[in-house]
């Protein structure tokens, strides 16, 4: 599963960059067509809960679903043998 952010959705209140304890979410710098700083993903691979939850089976984080006012983050599917890069750190 990856991450994903709905720009119609988001109103640009940065608050999953905040929430964020692996730090994948940066503060948007080109604004979309509303106007609005939809923050962007900066290498999601360092999130645990998108990418190893089928190894572990369980959910490690989702802060930054749970802060979100307006429900634009949210977890989509991948399609089989979609390349994925995966960083553990320690």
């Given at each position: 599963?990856?991450?994903?952010?709905?720009?119609?959705?988001?109103?640009?209140?940065?608050?999953?960059?905040?929430?964020?304890?692996?730090?994948?979410?940066?503060?948007?710098?080109?604004?979309?067509?509303?106007?609005?700083?939809?923050?962007?993903?900066?290498?999601?691979?360092?999130?645990?809960?998108?990418r190893?939850?089928?190894?572990?089976?369980?959910?490690?984080?989702?802060?930054?679903?749970?802060?979100?006012?307006?429900?634009a983050?949210?977890?989509?599917?991948?399609?089989?043998?979609?390349?994925?890069?995966?960083?553990?750190?320690?």
């Amino acid at each position: 599963m990856k991450l994903e952010i709905d720009e119609s959705r988001c109103k640009g209140c940065n608050l999953c960059t905040m929430v964020c304890p692996y730090r994948i979410y940066q503060p948007g710098k080109v604004p979309n067509r509303r106007g609005i700083y939809v923050p962007h993903l900066d290498r999601p691979e360092r999130c645990p809960n998108c990418r190893l939850q089928q190894l572990y089976g369980r959910r490690l984080c989702g802060v930054c679903a749970l802060m979100c006012p307006d429900q634009a983050i949210r977890w989509v599917k991948e399609k089989p043998y979609e390349p994925q890069k995966v960083v553990i750190e320690y």
